[in-house]
Nanobody
Framework: VQLQAFGGGLVQAGGSLRLSCAAS??????MGWFRQAPGKEREFVAA????????DYADSVKGRFTLSRDNAKNTGYLQMNSLKPEDTAVYYC????????????????WGQGTQVTVSS
């Protein structure tokens, strides 16, 4: 199983980025997104069910970030709008084969992170 997150970069506050997570070797999973800022714990950002019918967002990103997925491509997307400096972090995607959850420890597979830096 492999998950690869990409699409990070440097953007000014108020700008947008779209992260992608390409998966292989796994199907029928919840895709979660997490982020970790320097010196902080890895925190939940958002999750989307396999069907795409259920989504969950952390309060800090609700209304600004939007999840989607294309199961034919086995790829998920995190559209991030109205970015703020406090969104600066390494972003990770993860897969949970069974549950639709926020808990980091419940996820089975993780991708490498992609850096998002938002300048003020």
């Amino acid at each position: 199983v492999q998950l690869q997150a990409f699409g990070g970069g440097l953007v000014q506050a108020g700008g947008s980025l779209r992260l992608s997570c390409a998966a292989s070797g796994v199907s029928s999973y919840t895709m979660g997104w997490f982020r970790q800022a320097p010196g902080k714990e890895r925190e939940f950002v958002a999750a989307i069910s396999w069907s795409g019918g259920s989504t969950d967002y952390a309060d800090s990103v609700k209304g600004r970030f939007t999840l989607s997925r294309d199961n034919a491509k086995n790829t998920g997307y995190l559209q991030m709008n109205s970015l703020k400096p406090e969104d600066t972090a390494v972003y990770y995607c993860a897969a949970d084969r069974v549950r639709f959850v926020r808990a980091r420890d419940e996820y089975d597979y993780w991708g490498q992170g992609t850096q998002v830096t938002v300048s003020s």
